[in-house]
Antibody, heavy 118, light 107 residues
Framework: EVQLVESGGGLIQPGGSLRLSCAAS????????MSWVRQAPEKGLEWVSV???????YYADSVKGRFTISRDNSKNTLYLQMNSLRAEDTAVYYC????????????WGQGTLVTVSS | DIQMTQSPSSLSASVGDRVTITCRAS??????LNWYQQKPGKAPKLLIY???SLQSGVPSRFSGSGSGTDFTLTISSLQPEDFATYYC?????????FGQGTKVELK
């Protein structure tokens, strides 16, 4: 059974750093296109970052230069390192696997809440 | 970046109604269009991929159509469990942008 379990969220002051983790089971992270998608309170979905199976990464302009997506193949885990956090980064962060047809997201984690506030 | 625009932003409907949601892309995305359903406090769920292909396990009252820039999600007979927010997403290019969402509420 495919499962994605995020962790690492919490309350952090502006300018601080946080690392989110997404532990995967039932499939191999390194063989799939994996993304982070976030949702600010009462707002819509926002694509944040992707890492392809070959290791290529992309970022939304809103996080470029501050966030880094990576994976640990030995732990079958996806990460999102978030630096220089701002209030507008406050959101639920979802880990997502694009294993469906036409790169659709067929599995999502339960989400982890990141709150950036002083 | 490709912009995705959904309409309407919200709608009120009754059980049994036929509901149609539209999604427009700022440039052609062929049929690289996916639809998701999200209920409060839950992760999104894939309904339709490739514009018109029904994800396994999704009821047949959901259907999708369109190509190029204009797409439609239709719920043929709205059920109580269908009251939720629906998002389109293009998977033609990176960033994989989402529409702003359409909230389907009980009339």
């Amino acid at each position: 059974e495919v499962q994605l379990v995020e962790s690492g969220g919490g309350l952090i002051q502006p300018g601080g750093s946080l690392r989110l983790s997404c532990a995967a089971s039932g499939f191999t992270v390194s063989s799939n296109y994996m993304s982070w998608v976030r949702q600010a309170p009462e707002k819509g979905l926002e694509w944040v970052s992707v890492i392809y199976s070959g290791g290529t990464t992309y970022y939304a302009d809103s996080v470029k230069g501050r966030f880094t997506i990576s994976r640990d193949n030995s732990k079958n885990t996806l990460y999102l390192q978030m630096n220089s956090l701002r209030a507008e980064d406050t959101a639920v962060y979802y880990c997502a696997r694009s294993g469906g047809g036409y790169d659709s997201v067929d599995y999502w984690g339960q989400g982890t809440l990141v709150t950036v506030s002083s | 970046d490709i912009q995705m625009t959904q309409s309407p932003s919200s709608l009120s409907a009754s059980v049994g109604d036929r509901v149609t949601i539209t999604c427009r892309a700022s440039q052609s995305i062929r049929t690289y269009l996916n639809w998701y359903q999200q209920k409060p406090g839950k992760a999104p769920k894939l309904l339709i991929y490739a514009a018109s292909s029904l994800q396994s396990g999704v009821p047949s009252r959901f259907s999708g159509s369109g190509s190029g820039t204009d797409f439609t999600l239709t719920i043929s007979s709205l059920q109580p469990e269908d009251f939720a927010t629906y998002y389109c997403q293009q998977s033609y290019s990176t960033p994989r942008t989402f529409g702003q969402g359409t909230k389907v509420e009980l009339k």
